[in-house]
């Protein structure tokens, strides 16, 4: 099941029921709150938040990993084992395009708000920047010395944040190639989220801690627990 919640409220909005079987695999959101992404085994589910509904089931044709949803719905999907990431058109259900490159299985991606960048990390420790109108590469890089399990976009698409199984997170530039990392976690690094300014990066870790860092300098700034 997911469930959707009132950020200010913590009142629960709607539940969003799967049916039994396997664990989820991943969930996101619309700036807009219009629509629920999900996934479980090789399909990502498009649900309308207003009725509860599932839109449109999209078959990746290998089992997703992870999803992510831009301001102007795009889906984008992590397809795992087929060493893929697609880009749909949640309003339609329609199939956008097909990114490979990856030399692993593909573990998470994340999109800017504007839909115009997809980034993908796999379990080689590589990360992918995509232009998602043409499909090229933007860059490629090392993200960790182990499995990828999270990735994020600043706004504006110049930089991407990778953190995974060693509990080191890498900012990379790419525009001009440069790198930042950000240390302190002591367990994998399981979620990332840039600030829609650019200037803050939060991260999720099993180390049961939230951690918020200056972006541009790499600074730890606010530990939860």
């Known amino acids: 099941t997911v469930r959707l919640w009132d950020g200010d409220t913590g009142q629960k909005l709607k539940a969003f ?4 079987g ?30 509860g509904i599932t839109e449109y089931r999209l078959d990746h044709d290998a089992d997703v990993r ?8 795009l889906a984008v999907t992590a397809g795992g084992t087929d ?14 395009r097909v990114y490979r490159g990856h030399a692993a299985a593909v573990n998470c ?24 109108e043409t499909g090229d590469q933007v860059a490629a890089f090392r993200g960790n010395a182990q499995t990828v399990r999270a990735v994020a976009l600043s706004a504006d698409g110049l930089r991407v944040v990778s953190g995974g199984d060693d509990p080191v ?14 240390e302190g976690h002591t367990d994998a690094v ?29 600074q730890p700034l606010l530990t939860l627990r």
């Open 109 to 132: 991606v994340a999109v800017t708000p504007d839909g115009r960048r997809v980034a993908s990390g796999d379990a080689a420790g590589r990360v992918h920047v995509w232009d998602a």
């Open 66 to 73: 992870g999803v992510a949803l831009s301001d102007n719905d």
């Open 190 to 218: 399981l979620g990332l989220a840039f600030s829609r300014d650019g200037n803050r990066i939060a991260s999720g870790s099993g180390d049961r801690t939230t951690k918020l860092w200056d972006a541009h300098t790499g």
């Open 22 to 51: 396997p664990e989820l695999r991943g969930v996101a959101v619309g700036a807009d709150g219009r629509r629920v992404l999900s996934a479980r085994l090789k399909f990502a589910y498009v649900w309308n938040v207003a009725t």
């Open 169 to 182: 997170l890498r900012v990379y530039h790419c525009g001009t190639g440069q790198s930042l990392t950000l």
């Open 83 to 96: 060493r893929t990431a697609r880009v749909w058109d949640a309003g339609t259900g329609k199939l956008l």
């Open 17 to 20: 029921d799967h049916g039994p």
